[in-house]
């Protein structure tokens, strides 16, 4: 069974559609999403309503929360961005978003939109730390004591990579996707776990402006880094045609 993952489509459908024509390709049995739907981007509804469309199970990033005033964050940018996604948000959005949940648990991984044991309730913005280095995920050794699988799927960072956890999570061994690549596969030996950071669907920071996906074959415990073009100009356009800050039309065609 083939499981495909769609992080931090950010608003943006063009990128959206790409990104699910690509894994239905590769012949994905399932689809999730993993948060961030909404923010920065200029069609929040647009994309809700395709996921709620396509019975696509998933859960909250930290944009949906944001949007739906669950905290604050200091940071002026994605502040303007929340203002203006919030305000345009359907009653059907926001009753889609308010039923996701925090994390997904299966029989083969975890989902979660960033790293599942910050998770408190009520939630904050110390719920979602970036995480980039092996040394950030080995102060949590509670992360690999019983994951399902052996495979925690998360987002946020917008960067894709794999870390392998060998010795109950005490050593970690990172694999980026580069720049200069399209795929990147990682198969998780029997005796390891790995955390895998996807990259994003909408709003890439890895200064390629593609859409990012990610693919994980059960059988074979191979997780699948991809990345697949798009239409930037597009989705640029769009945002260009809304009151969202103009930088971020600037941003998406560089892929940051």
């Not at 489509?9 to 999730?32: C, K, M, S, W």
């Not at 929340?82 to 994390?103: D, H, K, M, N, Y």
């Not at 198969?187 to 693919?215: H, M, Q, T």
């Not at 074959?217 to 597009?234: I, P």
Request: proline share 8%; aromatic share 8%; glycine share 8%.
């Amino acid at each position: 069974m083939r499981v495909a993952f769609l992080f931090d489509i950010h608003a943006n459908p063009p990128a959206f559609q790409a990104a699910l024509a690509a894994v239905r390709t590769e012949g994905a049995d399932a689809v999730y999403h993993g948060g961030d739907l909404v923010g920065w981007g200029p069609q929040p509804n647009e994309v809700v309503a395709r996921v709620a469309e396509e019975g696509i199970p998933g859960v909250l990033g930290n944009h949906e929360l944001l949007c739906l005033g669950a905290f604050t964050e200091e940071h002026p940018l994605r502040n303007a961005a929340t203002c203006w996604t919030a305000e345009q948000l359907s009653s059907a959005t926001r009753e889609f978003i308010v039923g996701l949940p925090a994390r997904v648990p299966t029989e083969s991984f975890l989902l979660s939109h960033a790293n599942p044991s910050a998770w408190r309730d009520p939630p904050d913005a110390g719920c979602f730390p970036y995480l980039r280095s092996a040394a950030a995920l080995t102060v949590d050794p509670a992360l690999f004591g019983d994951v399902p699988g052996g495979l925690i799927v998360t987002g946020h960072v917008h960067e894709a990579a794999v870390y392998l956890a060998h010795l109950g999570g005490l050593a970690l061994e990172r694999r980026a996707l580069a720049p200069t690549e399209a795929a990147l596969d990682v198969e998780i030996p029997p005796e390891c776990s790995a955390f895998v950071v996807a990259g994003a669907v909408g709003k890439p920071r890895d200064g390629v402006p593609a859409a990012n996906y990610l693919l994980w074959d059960r059988q074979t415990r191979t997780v699948s880094l991809r990345r697949v073009s798009y239409d930037v100009e597009a989705a640029c356009e769009q945002l260009r045609r809304t009151a969202l800050p103009a930088v971020l039309a600037d941003q998406l065609a560089a892929g940051e």
